[in-house]
């Protein structure tokens, strides 16, 4: 059983970045397909950011070069770098492994 946990989150200004991190363990790691999705009140999850297992990365346009997914197999984490965050950046962001297993999610807020 592949168990996803997500951290990182929190509340910042308008601008500022954040790194959400997600371990996981319990699967092979190094043979999934890693990605971020994220849900904000009375919307529909969307993808953020896929990343492959060569390491070929996917983005959703409004994300494009302001964050970075990346994955380093030996501590079997994924990360998501954020920076110049939005408003509409705010979301519950979950991690998950081939959109079969999902973590808790991770709370980001942005303020204005």
């Known amino acids: 059983q592949v168990q996803l946990v997500e951290s990182g989150g929190g509340l910042v200004q308008a601008g500022g970045s954040l790194r959400l991190s997600c371990a996981a363990s319990?699967?092979?790691?190094?043979?999934?397909?890693m990605g971020w999705y994220r849900q904000a009140p009375g919307k529909q999850r969307e993808l953020v950011a896929v990343?492959?297992?060569?390491?070929?990365?996917t983005y959703a346009d409004g994300v494009k070069g302001r964050f970075t997914i990346s994955r380093d197999n030996a501590k079997n984490t994924v990360y998501l770098q954020m920076n110049s965050l939005k408003p509409e950046d705010t979301a519950v962001y979950y991690c998950t492994s081939g959109r079969v297993y999902w973590g808790q999610g991770t709370q980001v807020t942005v303020s204005s």
């Open positions: 990343i492959t297992i060569g390491g070929s990365t």
């Open positions: 319990g699967g092979l790691f190094r043979l999934d397909a």
